[in-house]
């Protein structure tokens, strides 16, 4: 027992002393759960939705600058652009320690729905990867994919289809 | 539902097979011409006889095998003609074949609807049936009839008689509603059997028809659903949180095979239907996705691309022996194996989305299809036809289609609204 609190107490000074040059400085209160509890076995398909919160949202996209970022056809990969919208989205999260976000990636209508699935996760997954190398707790992400289900623009051309490559961060709470 | 078959103890059926060697029969399994012409007069003995010989035309011009005509503008005949009927007469009229048949109640409350197929040139019946339905079951029977004419005259095995689960599909591309919809495979007793809340896709049939598994967007993740179609009710196949799709039952319904994604990397597992843990059977880094076992449960096709590109490759049931077998250039996603084993058909990406067959080995290749994009196909039971959706550039609706596997045009299914990831049922009971 006071092993487990010596080990803790060393973490959280590790994790101050880590993080004293940064500004803001970090809250590393241990946070509730951020989500109704669940029992991870259940199978009741309705037991849970995950729901938007449109007013941290809103203020995501304003201090960030965006939620969203985009990819070229078929690629997972991030370009500067994607990049530094990744970086001001984790500065907000770093500064909003009590939310979490779900990462959404989305596909454009030419590819196959399956694979569209795995490239959305794909796509998410990159962005994920990016916000934690910034310092956001894996712990505070979840990651999912829409595949071609929900674009942003109907057209059948390269701008709609550009439009639809992306990555969107959803703060759920 | 339940369909009881009665074998009709019609004379004639001994009197045709006494005819056999008088001369070559006209119309002989496997033989038939397209637009062979076929008389439907409308079935004598009860109201709903034009229904029922309408259904059946409509089911036999829907082979693009036949030029049904009628039940409109042709004869009646009488309940004791209908296993008799004047050859001359017909012959007359120019048709190589009469479908006929009579309505009668029985004194279980059932009615009997009994089907002949009589080869008009030679003279002779071919086939005949009877089935014992309820009264509200009365396209059952039409169904099988015309399957009986279908299978006597092709040489294939009946297909008529099934179901479609697919995904409905309503409002604007940027907001589409998508709910799972059941129907007749001529697209009759239409029904939702989700709500719309939550986005679904890919509803897949069991083997024997009466489960479903499909994919829904809960908590905002894709999740694998079982769904019972007799109850409605339902629940997750893959305990926990992860993101799971592509599901396909195995030939003997009782393990799933899906996908799972995690960490960038999509791999393909299996699990049985009563729960468990999953077992994974591929683990290369890429999206190895849209399994299919094959008809005898040994093996699995699925698409991967870990060569750089969507291809096909084959395993071993259990993930053993990964062997790629498309090579003809482009992109190949989304197969299926058919019902009869010997073929795979698959969406090709090459500009177009097309939707294709190839020898389950790989090699003999033919696309059957030709619309802007065409995609996920499933096999009518008897392996004779493909059905897919077709998505149209721009804002419109995808709609089904169902080709021929062996040369013809596609046609579209009819359903009430846009329709997506056709599921076709297996051979109803």
Known sequence: MNKHILIGMTALALTLGACAKRTPPPETVPQGPVTPPTDPNSTDPNSLEVVELPALQADLVAKAGSDTIYFGTDEYSLDQASQATLAAQARWLMANPNVRASIEGHADERGTREYNQALGERRANAARDFLVSQGVPTSRLVVTSWGKERPVAQGSNEEAWAQNRRAVTVIIR | ???????????????????????????????????????????????????????????????????????????????????????????????????????????????????????????????????????????????????????????????????????????????????????????????????????????????????????????????????????????????????????????????????????GNTDIYVVSVDGGEPRRLTSAPGADTSPSFSPDGRQIVFESDRSGTQQLYVMGADGSNQRRISFGGGRYASPIWSPTGNLIAFTKIAGPFRIGVMNAGGGGERILTNGWQDEGPSWAPNGQFVMFHRTPQGAGAARLYAVPVNGGNARIMPTPVGGSDPSWSPLNN
């Open chain 2, 1 to 263: 539902m339940r369909l009881i078959f009665t074998v009709l103890l019609a004379g004639l059926a001994g009197a045709a097979v006494a005819q056999d060697t008088q001369e070559p029969p006209e119309l002989v399994g496997g033989s038939v011409r397209t637009n062979t012409a076929i008389a439907v007069p409308v079935m004598p003995g009860n109201m709903i006889g034009r229904q029922v010989s309408e259904v059946i035309a409509s089911d036999l011009r829907s082979t693009g095998l036949f030029t049904p005509i009628g039940p409109g503008g042709l004869p009646s005949y009488s309940v004791e003609e209908a296993g008799n009927p004047a050859y001359p007469n017909w012959r007359n009229a120019g048709v190589a074949a009469l479908v006929s048949g009579y309505i009668e109640q029985r004194p279980d409350g059932r009615m009997t609807i009994a089907c002949y197929l009589h080869d008009v040139t030679a003279g002779r019946t071919l086939a005949n049936q009877g089935f014992a339905v309820s009264g509200n079951d009365w396209r059952r029977a039409a169904h099988k009839c015309a399957d009986l004419v279908y299978s006597r005259l092709s040489g294939q095995q009946p297909f008529l008689d099934t179901r479609v689960v697919y995904v409905a599909e309503t409002g604007p591309k940027t907001n589409r509603q998508k709910r799972v919809a059941i129907m007749d495979s001529d697209g009759s007793n239409h029904r939702y059997l989700t709500i719309g809340r939550n986005t679904v896709v890919t509803p897949r049939f069991s083997p024997r028809g009466d489960k479903l598994v499909y994919v829904s967007h809960i908590g905002r993740r894709p999740r694998v659903l079982l769904y019972d179609v007799a109850s409605g009710s339902e629940r997750l196949l893959i305990p926990g949180n992860h993101i799971t799709f592509a599901p396909r039952f195995s030939p003997n319904g009782r393990s799933v095979v899906f996908s799972m994604a995690n960490g």
